[in-house]
């Protein structure tokens, strides 16, 4: 018998020795502890064990087709690669207890690409390569985790938030849940000539709030609901035998089936709308109505944003604001990502902005300019949390400096009131002033793009600074060409010159993930902080930093991080697999940090980004720990493309 043979033998001979103990330690750690216990069984019936020395190379490029799976019982183990600008090797990652490696190799039958040392005394189960192929096939949750990674163990926790939330709140709804299956399958429809009297008394008799006109093969040409009845009594409308064609909402809004719950929220609140049709193949198939959408204990997304359109004082928008925590509650009871939470925070935002607009200039009366209200940073990119302050600016047309300076003075009363009563309404103050009524963000469209394209000329930290907040940028209120133009613009500035790329590839390097090489963590030593991490700074902001940077530097218009990563994809600046991966890696981040604030709002605590890592359980701690290392490899990759 040979030295590997002898050492394999005894190796699983250690294993069978203490198969209950191999059992009960990988059920603590994912994706063992989903499986079948007939099938973990066959797992550690067929393991080895295996010890490494500090030190001692366990896989290597250099030994050819992977031929076991690891899982480490004890120890550490490194991954090293050649240094991308120096020479030597740097450290890329590190498996810890529970963990295994290396699947990517094993899935597509080659050698690893990633050298594996272990980092101290290491002890490591082998799985040879054919019991390997055998658990994929016979398992499904282990062949999910094979095929899909750190991915699937993100499935695993969103469930978990989810099913957490939806006991609290006794429901079981989600917000992927498809149109088509909430809609009504039967439409009240008619022609287009039964007159209007028929036309109520239908809806009365079917206790609906609308009913669809549709012409031939049942093509919805317009839609006549209760709002619509309201509208024609307050025009002092009395023929009543007019044709229902003469008073429909022409061209109704539609979806198709497959489309979620979510899109129809969305749709209905951004459109302003309480009746959506459901459209499959150009037919009618169904109506969707706000009643059918959502029953949230009172509070819907959908009524909230038509309260505020409505709001007759900022008394209202303030109480409206204590509502949004419980919608978010219930927004992660019926399944909705990061993503979307704040997508709909912003959204509600927006609509609080234009009421305050809209309140202000009511009271102060119209400056008779027009204007565009601007919106900057995590709102410019549609991506509001709970905790939130103002970055804002006004753009405005002028002929010349001295219609600037005159129309900025007509301005700026009103945009101090705006900002001022934003405040009262939830939206903190800029401690940096970068808000509307400072003179210095008040401006033409003329002084704007000057103001832009000295940042991109003139490369200080100010500059660079500036560039992180306002190249984020989107209109809330009023015309948006002037702010499309101005897009354009810093858009070509920066596509033609590298130095300025350069010098925001390194500003983009300053805030490092919280991970390094020889800790699980790395946390916050002394002071306020101490033995925390923070999730914007030291997680998010390399992802929002890394996009922005190569966004601007393709042209790509989007604000938004995720939108952002995908358009990259598409133009293959960024690999396909690697986006998939920054995206999970951001929503993984994002959700983490919105699920402390709601802990915290339920708590009477104050908003703080900074969370102690050990109060995550194994498997959350697990993948905030591989989504830091996501966006290190982020960082890795702009380091290398700008030579940095």
Not at 202 to 226: D, E, P, Y
Not at 388 to 393: I, L, R, W, Y
Not at 512 to 541: C, I, Y
Request: some cysteine.
């Amino acid at each position: 018998m040979s030295k590997a043979d002898a050492f394999a033998e005894a190796g699983k001979t250690a294993v069978l020795q203490n198969v209950h103990g191999t059992m009960e330690f990988l059920r603590k750690h994912p994706p063992f502890n989903q499986m079948e216990q007939v099938h973990l069984a066959y797992l550690v019936e067929n393991c080895q064990l295996r010890f490494y020395a500090e030190g001692e190379c366990i896989l290597s490029p250099d030994d050819g087709t992977v031929e076991h799976f690891y899982i480490i019982k004890q120890g550490r183990v490194h991954g090293q690669r050649p240094h991308t600008a120096k020479r030597g090797t740097e450290t890329t990652f590190e498996v810890i207890v529970g963990e295994c490696f290396p699947m990517a190799a094993l899935m597509g039958e080659r050698a690893t690409r990633t050298a594996h040392l272990a980092a101290e005394d290491t002890f490591c189960l082998l799985l040879n390569k054919p019991a390997f192929v055998k658990l994929v096939s016979i398992s499904d949750e282990f062949r999910e985790f094979a095929m899909r990674g750190v991915s699937s163990l993100l499935d695993q926790v969103n469930q978990q938030a989810q099913l957490r939330a939806v006991e609290s709140l006794g429901e079981n709804y989600s917000l992927e849940t498809r149109i088509g299956e909430l809609a009504i399958h039967e439409p009240v429809c008619c022609a287009p000539d039964m007159p209007l009297n028929q036309a109520v008394s239908l809806m009365h008799s079917r206790n609906v709030g609308s009913v669809v006109i549709v012409g031939g093969q049942m093509h919805a040409q317009g839609i006549f609901t209760l709002r619509d009845l309201r509208r024609l009594v307050g025009e002092g409308i009395a023929d009543l035998s007019l044709p229902i064609a003469q008073v429909m909402t022409p061209s109704p809004f539609g979806l198709p089936p497959d489309a979620t719950a979510f899109d129809a929220a969305i749709a209905m609140t951004e459109r302003r709308i309480a009746h959506i049709c459901v459209i499959n193949k150009g037919r009618l198939c169904g109506v969707l109505s706000e009643r059918d959408l959502f029953s949230l204990q009172r509070v819907d997304l959908v009524h909230l944003a038509q309260t505020i359109l409505h709001a007759d004082r900022i008394e209202t928008l303030v109480s409206i604001r204590d509502r949004i925590r419980q919608l978010v509650d219930n927004m992660l009871a019926h399944g909705a990502s990061s993503t979307q939470i704040t997508h709909i925070i912003t959204l509600l935002n927006d609509h609080t902005v234009r009421r305050v607009i809209e309140l202000a200039i009511a009271d102060v009366g119209d400056p008779g300019v027009p204007f565009s209200w601007l919106c900057f940073g995590s709102e410019g990119r549609s991506e509001q949390t709970l905790h939130t302050d103002q970055d804002n600016g006004i753009l405005f047309e002028a002929q010349d400096t001295a219609e600037a300076a005159h129309i900025r003075g007509r301005l700026l009363p009103l945009a101090e009131r705006i900002n001022r009563d934003l405040d009262t309404c939830g939206f903190t103050l800029c401690k940096g002033n970068i808000m509307a009524g400072n003179p210095q963000l008040c401006l033409s469209r003329q002084e704007w793009r000057r103001r832009f394209s000295s940042f991109v000329r003139e490369s200080t930290p100010e500059n660079l600074l500036g560039s992180t907040i306002y190249f984020d940028l989107r209109v809330v209120w009023g015309p948006p060409e002037g702010c499309d133009h101005l897009r354009e613009q810093f858009l070509e500035d920066i596509r033609d010159n590298r130095i300025f790329q350069r010098m925001m590839a390194e500003n983009a390097l300053r805030h490092r993930p919280p991970v390094g090489r020889f800790r699980d963590f790395v946390v916050t030593r002394k002071g306020e902080g101490k033995a925390t991490l923070d999730l914007k700074v030291q997680g998010l902001t390399p992802f929002v930093d890394g996009a922005r940077l190569l966004a601007l530097s393709h042209g790509v218009g989007a604000c938004n991080t995720l939108e952002r990563l995908r358009q990259l994809v598409e133009q293959e600046v960024i690999d396909k697999q690697d986006g998939a991966a920054y995206e999970e890696a951001y929503h993984f981040i994002q959700q983490t940090r919105m699920q402390q604030h709601q802990q915290q709002a339920r708590a009477g605590q104050p908003y703080s980004n900074r969370l102690d890592p050990d109060t995550l359980n194994h498997l959350d701690r697990r993948i905030l720990r591989e989504s830091f290392r996501q966006a290190q490899r982020l960082q890795s990759s702009l380091a290398m493309r700008y030579q940095l």
